[in-house]
Structure formats: structure tokens, C-alpha cells
């Protein structure tokens, strides 16, 4: 039975996988050629990554890879009972069967006033994914909680109890139960509820007390992850995944080793330049520092690197690239802000290529320091790895060309881009082969299954906030207090980096970006230079102590304590802080190109 749903899971997840990397490409022939090939295609495919999101889910919670606040996966099977840990699986399991619920109501009014997407296919039919998604996440979540059939039970039991309660009666205006309630969300989060029950739950418990239709939820939901530019998060992170999972980063760096191995610090600049390259096009510095890490550092300490610098290094670098495009924080905020993702990607340069230049800096000055041997420069290795990693090199220039030429949308451009990637790594240098092509299509959605659906709670969250005026509060407040630009801006640094400690970056976005769009506009901060200034701060945010998520990625990456990751970062840190302060207090660092 399991086996079935699994297989089918996997099916649909290739499916939808090859309908959404295709269909962008047929619409640009069919734009070309004059003759409509697919009607209503931009709507499927916005479509279609709703199901991607929710199928990655599926995935992403079967194999226990949901985004959470701990280190520890939470469903699994205990040696012992612990409270905490049972405490947050109930909590888990309630949740999603609340969204469940939440997910078929909507379904059901779209099914009561049907609208049709597509010629023949009415709206509730591709939001059906959603229940049909929340029904296998809370079984998967029940069935993983533990192996004994009592454990099971008393999540099970404990949870209709706590549903058959909250429903039957009026409690929902009890300002002592919804506090408490929302204080168990938050120890369950500390404990390893993924970050998206956590958004969810409290999101829910609050439109519970305010006697609002849970089905808003997945409503919200659904309105950002059928936003039009979207749908380039699923086919640029696949990009990068297929490039990592090939000989690419191999080629990339015996071509940075040729043009740079020569300046002191060369091998470090190349570590920076590879990690930025590859986080911008799978938009996680996470996933770099995990898949690049066993290239990277081995590389450094043979050159004669020490241990705290390479650390270091390598957890810094893995941030860098969320400033460059085709970075997915860039294009999230710019959707949920309202401002061009196009100006953003150009405002981004300049921010990036201090960043870089300021940490390679640094990097020379330790190369020197530590009296690291050079390569001699040699015009002949140069030019044949160049000519070896060709391919990979006019990457980023299709994806330049596509967004900013203007033939091409920043959908087809990803779609393009897919295509074109995977044709170079399995045809061209044969990489690859077919055969492992689904296994990174399942890694991939399981990412962007975890970043999406914690993008729909958390936009859940966010109308909740907008609904109670909390914005409009915040800038009374702010009004009130603050008069300088300047301090307001301080202000901001801190509280963003406070923000990238404690949030991953997208449902930071969501959850965020609202409450201080009227701020800056209020101050008269330009709203694409506050685009820059929110993704610089919470990349520095990774890597804040105690809690910064590259911190204990790198740890875990590694096996080393968290007292070593601080020590190696430290450095690092003050070199990135340096530089955030710079693009927030300098608004034409970010603006000249745009402007």
C-alpha cells in the first residue's frame, strides 16, 4: 500500500517536474512561430508549481528533510520517551490536520463557484493537490513519530481530542487558551516542528480566536505560489542542482585555478567566486556548503590553508551569491514587496561584487599572512579551461541575456536554462545519465517543497498581521519615536540580523517584508535599495551567533563544535558587517546602475 503511494508520489513529482521545464520553452516557439501550441500556458505552469511545492513537501517529509529549527529530525523513533519531543509530533500532526481541513473548505467553495484557469479546467481541480498533499504529510507524520502502535495511538488520540474540543464549544474567545496554545507552538518549534507547522499553527490558532475560516491559510497559499515569476524557483534550483550533481564544479574550479591561482589567496577567491556561483542559481547557501564542502575544504588545507580560515571560508562563502541573479530570495521579495525583480537583479551587482571583493580581500591578505605558495600563471591552462568548461561559462550569460535582452521572460529564460543544462551534462560531457536524473528531481523538490510550503504558512501569518493593522501600528509607533533616517536604519540592521538568526530567509521575507515597506517609504528609502538592504543583512544573519543556520550547517557539515564555527567566522563576520553597513548607509552602491 505504501509502496504504491510512494511510486505514485515519485511519478507525479517527474511528471509535473518535466510539464513545468518544458512548456516556457513551447511558449517561446509557439510566441516565434505565430501558431498557439498550448493555451493558457503561463497559468499552468504557475499551476504547476503549486503542485511541485506540495508534492516536494510529500517528499520532503517522508525523508524527514523538512526545514526545522533543530539539528535533530524529529520524526523518528525514540530510545525513550521524551516529553518535548512527543509534545512537538502531536503538535505537528494537529496542525497539519488543521491545514488539511483548512485546504478542503477551500476546495470546496472554488467547487460551489467554479472559475476556469485553462480551457476545461476549473480552479478547484489544481488546488486539489493541496488536500490530497496534507492528507499524506500528516499520515507520513504519524507513521514516522515512532514505531510503537501506543505512541502512534496517543498522538492520534491526544490530537482529536484537542480538535473535538477547540471546535465544539466557544472557547475561542478565551485569551489565556490562545496564548497558551501559542506558547506550545513555539517550545514544539525548539524542539524540531518544521518551520512551516510553526507559521501554520499560528497562524491558524489566531484566525481560530478571531472566529476567521482556517481555509484562509490555503488561500494565502495558494495565492503566492501561483505568483507569475514563481515558477522560476523550482526550474533555477533544479539548474543548479543538475550542475552540482555533475563535473561542473570540478571544471569551474580548475578554470578559477588557472586565472587565479596565481594571486596570493588565489585558491581562496576561487572558493568564494564557485560557492557564489553555485548558491545564486540553487538559491541556499545551506545546499552549497553541504554539496561543496568535501570539493572545498580539502582543497584549502592541501594548499596549506589553516583549519579556522578554511572553516571559516567555506561557511562564509556559501552566502555570497543571494545578491546575484538569478538568487531566489531576490525574486520572493521582490514579488511579495511589489517592486521589479529586473531593477532588484541590477541593484544586486554592485552590493555582490563588494561583498566578494571585500572577503577575497581579506582572503589575499590571509594568503600573504600565512605565506601560501602561488601557482605559476600559465596562459596555456587558461585557455584550455576555458575551452574545457565552454558550456558551463554561457550560463550565466543566457541567463543575463534572457532577463535583462527582453526576448525572453524570466520563466522561459529558467525553462531555457533547465533544458540547455541538463542537454550539456548528460549529452555533451556525459556526466550524467538519464537513470540519475529522477533522483535529482526528487532532491530538488524536496527543497522547494520545504521552501514553499513554508512561504504559504508563513503568508497565512502575514495577512493575519496585516488584517490586525499591525504594519500601520509599527509605523505609528515609529513615527512617534523615530525621527532620523539614520537611526531607523540602525535600527533595521539590527533587528534583520536578529531576524536572520531565527528565521530561514524566505519565511523571513514573507513574514517581514510587509512591516517595513511602509516604514521605508514613511523615511523615504528608496524600495529597491531596501530590497538590498533586507537579503545583505539576513545573509550576514546566517552567520550570527549563536544561532546563524550556515553556523550549524557548517558544524554539522564538518563535525566540528559550534565554539570552532564562531571562532573561524568571526573574522569573516566583521569583513561582511563592514560591508552591510556600507550598502545600507549608501544608497548609490545599490541605485547607480538602476538609476
Not at 596565481?262 to 568564494?272: K, L, Q
Not at 523615511?523 to 544573519?541: Q, R, Y
Request: with cysteine.
Amino acid at each position: 500500500m505504501f509502496k504504491m503511494i510512494k511510486k505514485v508520489e515519485d511519478i507525479l513529482v517527474l511528471l509535473v517536474f518535466i510539464l513545468i521545464s518544458v512548456i516556457p520553452a513551447v511558449e517561446i516557439i509557439s510566441r516565434f512561430s505565430g501558431v498557439n501550441l498550448i493555451s493558457a500556458s503561463p497559468v499552468l505552469v504557475q499551476h504547476l508549481t503549486l503542485w511541485i511545492g506540495f508534492l516536494g513537501a510529500v517528499i520532503a517529509t517522508r525523508e524527514n528533510r523538512l526545514l526545522s529549527l533543530s539539528s535533530r529530525p524529529l520524526f523518528s523513533d525514540d530510545d525513550e520517551f521524551h516529553l518535548g519531543r512527543w509534545i512537538s509530533k502531536m503538535v505537528s500532526f494537529l496542525v497539519v490536520v488543521v491545514l488539511l481541513w483548512g485546504s478542503i473548505q477551500l476546495v470546496w467553495i472554488e467547487f460551489q463557484f467554479p472559475i476556469k484557469i485553462a480551457p476545461g479546467l476549473p480552479r478547484w481541480a489544481a488546488q486539489l493537490i493541496m488536500p490530497f498533499s496534507f492528507s499524506l504529510i500528516a499520515l507520513q507524520i504519524l507513521i514516522a513519530s515512532g514505531k510503537s502502535m501506543k505512541y502512534r495511538a496517543s498522538i492520534f488520540l491526544v490530537a482529536a481530542f484537542l480538535l473535538l474540543i477547540q471546535y465544539s464549544g466557544n472557547l475561542n474567545e478565551s485569551i489565556l487558551i490562545t496564548w497558551f496554545s501559542f506558547g506550545i507552538i513555539v517550545i514544539s518549534l525548539l524542539f524540531g516542528t518544521p518551520i512551516f507547522v510553526g507559521l501554520g499553527g499560528i497562524a491558524a490558532l489566531f484566525f481560530w480566536h478571531n472566529f476567521i475560516p482556517v481555509s484562509a491559510i490555503p488561500a494565502e497559499t495558494y495565492r503566492i505560489v501561483v505568483s507569475p515569476t514563481l515558477p522560476t524557483i523550482p526550474l533555477f534550483t533544479l539548474t543548479g542542482y543538475i550542475l552540482a550533481e555533475s563535473g561542473a564544479s570540478k571544471r569551474m574550479m580548475k578554470l578559477f585555478q588557472s586565472a587565479f591561482g596565481w594571486v596570493p589567496g588565489g585558491t581562496p577567491i576561487i572558493v568564494v567566486i564557485v560557492s557564489g556561483f553555485f548558491t545564486a542559481m540553487t538559491g541556499g547557501s545551506g545546499v552549497t556548503i553541504l554539496a561543496l564542502g568535501g570539493l572545498l575544504y580539502p582543497m584549502l588545507r592541501k594548499e596549506g590553508y589553516s583549519e579556522l580560515f578554511s572553516l571559516g571560508l567555506i561557511t562564509v562563502a556559501g552566502s555570497l551569491g543571494l545578491l546575484f541573479p538569478p538568487s531566489l530570495p531576490a525574486i520572493i521579495y521582490s514579488v511579495t514587496a511589489g517592486v521589479s525583480v529586473k531593477d532588484v537583479f541590477i541593484a544586486g551587482i554592485i552590493p555582490g561584487i563588494l561583498l566578494v571583493g571585500l572577503v577575497s580581500g581579506w582572503a589575499i591578505y590571509q594568503g600573504k599572512l600565512q605565506k601560501i605558495s602561488r601557482t605559476p600563471f600559465s596562459f596555456i591552462k587558461l585557455r584550455d579551461s576555458v575551452w574545457e568548461s565552454k558550456w558551463e561559462l554561457s550560463i550565466p550569460v543566457f541567463i543575463l541575456f534572457g532577463i535583462f535582452g527582453g526576448f525572453t521572460t524570466l520563466v522561459e529564460t529558467a525553462s531555457i536554462i533547465v533544458i540547455y543544462s541538463a542537454f550539456i551534462e548528460i549529452v555533451v560531457y556525459k556526466d550524467l545519465t538519464i537513470k540519475e536524473i529522477p533522483k535529482i528531481i526528487f532532491d530538488c523538490a524536496s527543497l522547494i517543497g520545504g521552501i514553499l510550503i513554508i512561504l504559504g504558512a508563513a503568508m497565512g501569518l502575514t495577512s493575519l498581521l496585516v488584517d490586525a493593522q499591525i504594519p500601520l501600528l509599527i509605523l505609528a509607533w515609529v513615527q512617534s519615536t523615530i525621527t532620523s533616517k539614520y537611526l531607523f536604519l540602525f535600527m533595521l540592521n539590527i533587528l534583520l540580523l536578529v531576524v536572520g538568526t531565527l528565521m530561514d530567509i524566505f519565511s523571513a521575507i514573507i513574514v517581514i517584508v510587509p512591516l517595513i515597506i511602509p516604514l521605508g517609504a514613511y523615511f523615504g528609502i528608496d524600495p529597491v535599495h531596501l530590497a538590498i538592504i533586507f537579503i545583505a543583512n539576513l545573509e550576514l544573519g546566517f552567520l550570527t551567533p549563536p544561532v546563524g543556520m550556515n553556523l550549524f550547517i557548517s558544524a554539522y557539515r564538518f563535525n566540528k563544535t559550534m565554539p570552532e564555527v564562531y571562532k573561524a567566522t568571526l573574522p569573516f563576520f566583521i569583513v561582511r558587517l563592514l560591508a552591510v553597513l556600507a550598502i545600507t548607509y549608501l544608497p548609490f552602491i545599490s541605485l547607480w546602475f538602476v538609476r
